[in-house]
């Protein structure tokens, strides 16, 4: 069984940072792929940033980004990959979203933002951002 909780998530206004984190906890195998997904007012969930590790392909770690979070939001898991973090700069209103922590097996690139790839969730923590 995995575990995701997160929590860093706050109210900061537009050009501000925050840093969320995800304790994660069970099988490893998963939760090879962990991902930070985000749901606005009114929005479908969307997938932000994403890193997974242990394909034969890849090595080390590899990471993904939306392209509407690229050069400003960094995704980084500590040396046992037990806790994820997102830093987040530049903050712009449009960031205002319910941030949610993700994780599952190993996949390909196609799926790694993709909601419905993942079965083991977070709560989610708010991120409000004012203008």
């Known amino acids: 069984q995995v575990k995701l909780v997160e929590s860093g998530g706050g109210s900061v206004q537009s050009g501000g940072s925050l840093r969320l984190s995800c304790a994660a906890s069970?099988?490893?195998?998963?939760?090879?792929?962990m991902a930070w997904f985000r749901q606005g007012p009114g929005k479908e969930r969307e997938g932000v940033a994403v890193?997974?590790?242990?394909?034969?392909?890849?090595?080390?770690?590899?990471?993904h980004y939306a392209d509407s979070v690229k050069g400003r939001f960094t995704a980084s898991l500590d040396s046992a990959g037990n806790t994820m973090y997102l830093q987040m700069n530049n903050l712009e209103p449009d960031d205002t979203a319910m941030y949610y922590c993700?994780?599952?097996?190993?996949?390909?690139?196609?799926?790694?933002?993709?909601?419905?790839?993942?079965?083991?969730w977070g709560q989610g923590t708010q991120v409000t951002v004012s203008s």
């Open positions: 993700a994780a599952d097996v190993y996949m390909g690139p196609p799926f790694r933002l993709v909601a419905i790839s993942y079965n083991h």
């Open positions: 069970g099988n490893a195998v998963s939760r090879a792929c």
């Open positions: 890193i997974c590790e242990g394909g034969r392909s890849e090595r080390g770690r590899s990471s």
